[in-house]
């Protein structure tokens, strides 16, 4: 027996020693060309040097990127060439299609503004937009060669590359995503050819008129989801795409945002300027909501003379419920997860919270981001906890005499609180939940102040109204790792204590 198995043994050893060390190479072609498709051009291209069975299987990759801005030299080259084929940029690209064999489904193009003026661009768009029917995904981007300043608020005289689009009737385009572009008043009967098929719209950095953005979406009524990020040139958004579901706004300065989507189950609002009043929203089918006020976005409004005030989380509640009688439906009553930039120190901001939480049948997560407070901010008064709001009975109490949502008896599980400083009404609010909440399951605090052990502490030893919740306390910065160690320590003694 014992003979046999060092027999055994001897063999085993014998085929680790001839096996490949080249495993990726014995994987099917089809895997190959997956892990391929994820490369750039370039990176692609020199996979045809690690083994004969990597050669050429580049030619077969579904996605190629161009990237000018990684190439050494891209000078012009001389007069005499190839339609297309203007610079090196435009070179290697010609050499790549002469080369390609596979089905492309997706290009990206990344240019310098010389590839538009001297139409590369134009050419190399059409030409694979006709040639590779089963394209669905195209991507450009125009790289900058002078940055602009961030955050992403743009001066007047800031300069960006038109974008003329040739009719793309003929296109089966699913996404689009543009970036550092001007669109021209011709962009909206472009796209009209492929308006219902195109499901992905990304628009960053782009100046476009109210006419032609506006143009464009009612062109793409097909659209399931949009971003428009960093953008400018328009004051009023009106989107009314029957079948979006995911909407992207951020850092934009605009008098008017009209939303009537039906349909809309995630909405990502980030540092948008936009009076309260000029934000009309319709959607009962609303699943995510996640909103974030940049601080500094409101600093730079003030240095820039911008009259856009900051959007906020407040505004957003007031606004678009019938808290303040703007509206008469309930866009947060299917609400999942929310994900919010609120000051629980704030009366006002907690109490248009607190009627959100009555709203919301649903909500299973909750994540709150208390901001922090800015010097300039502090020196003005900002940090005033009433914020004009006048309470008959101390604010102190003000989570107690808060009667139980739906969601808390049913529904809540998870709540976030980062920023945490430990001040009494960040306390208040998560001691409501800890005594309230009947299916919390976890309840994590996210802090980068060294001084809360105490309210850490308290928080731990109060009684729970849900078996299965646990308290975390997480750090963000070095300064506060001893803390977080001993409030877990603590968490995880009391935990053992319950059961």
């Not at 027999?7 to 096996?19: V, Y």
């Not at 039906?262 to 959607?283: A, F, H, N, Q, W």
């Not at 731990?460 to 409030?487: C, G, H, M, W």
Request: charged share 20%; net charge neutral.
């Amino acid at each position: 027996m014992a003979s046999e198995t060092k027999i055994m043994k001897k063999e085993e050893d014998e085929t680790a020693l001839h096996a490949p060390s080249d495993r990726l190479s014995y994987l099917p072609n089809e895997l190959l060309t997956m892990v391929i498709s994820s490369l750039s051009v370039a990176e692609a291209a020199r996979t045809s040097t690690l083994a004969k069975s990597w050669q050429g299987l580049w030619r077969h990759a579904e996605r190629l990127e161009f990237d000018e801005t990684t190439m050494p030299r891209p000078s012009i080259l001389p007069k005499k060439r190839q339609i297309g084929t203007g610079s090196l940029y435009g070179t290697v690209i010609c050499m790549v299609f002469n080369s390609y064999v596979g089905d492309l489904t997706s290009v990206s193009f990344k240019h310098f503004p010389r590839s538009i003026a001297v139409g590369e661009l134009d050419f190399w768009v059409d030409f694979v937009l006709n040639k590779f029917r089963k394209i669905n995904s195209l991507s450009l981007e125009c790289e900058r060669l002078v940055p602009e300043p961030e955050p992403p608020f743009f001066l007047m005289g800031s300069k960006s590359v038109k974008l003329n689009f040739r009719p793309m009737d003929s296109s089966n385009l699913n996404s689009l995503e543009l970036t550092n572009y001007t669109m021209t008043t011709s962009t909206p009967e472009a796209l009209n050819g492929c308006g219902w098929k195109l499901k992905i719209l990304k628009l960053k950095n782009m100046r476009m008129s109210d006419d032609v953005i506006n143009g464009v979406l009612r062109k793409c009524l097909g659209l399931e989801s949009l971003s428009i990020v960093e953008s400018k040139g328009f004051k009023t958004l009106k989107i009314n795409n029957p079948w979006l579901k995911f909407l992207e706004l951020g850092w934009l300065i605009v008098n008017e945002v009209n939303l009537s989507v039906e349909r809309l189950e995630t909405l990502v609002v980030d540092s948008l300027m936009c009076p309260p009043k000029g934000l009309k929203i319709y959607t009962v089918n609303l699943k995510i909501f996640h909103l974030s006020c940049n601080s500094i976005a409101q600093r730079m409004r003030i240095r820039r003379s911008y009259n856009q005030p900051l959007l906020k989380t407040q505004d957003i509640f007031e606004y678009c419920t019938d808290l303040l009688g703007y509206n008469s439906f309930n866009i947060f009553q299917n609400i999942l997860i929310a994900s919010i930039d609120l000051d629980l120190n704030n009366i006002r901001e907690s109490m248009a919270l607190s009627y959100i939480l009555r709203l919301s049948l649903c909500l299973e997560t909750l994540e709150i981001t208390i901001p922090p407070v800015e010097e300039d901010d502090f020196l003005a008064g900002a940090n005033n906890s009433y914020d004009n709001v006048c309470l008959s009975f101390p604010t102190s109490m003000f989570w107690e005499r808060n009667n139980l949502y739906n969601c808390m008896n049913h529904t809540l599980k998870f709540v976030t609180i980062k920023g945490f400083t430990g001040k009494e009404q960040e306390v208040k609010f998560i001691q409501h939940i800890i005594k309230n909440a009947t299916t919390i399951k976890k309840i994590t605090i996210i802090s980068d102040s060294a001084t809360i052990l105490k309210e850490a502490e308290a928080l731990l030893i109060l009684p729970r109204n849900s078996i299965y919740l646990s308290i975390i306390f997480k750090s963000e910065s070095d300064d506060v790792a001893q803390l977080t160690s001993q409030v877990n320590n603590k968490m995880s003694f009391l935990d053992s204590e319950e059961y």
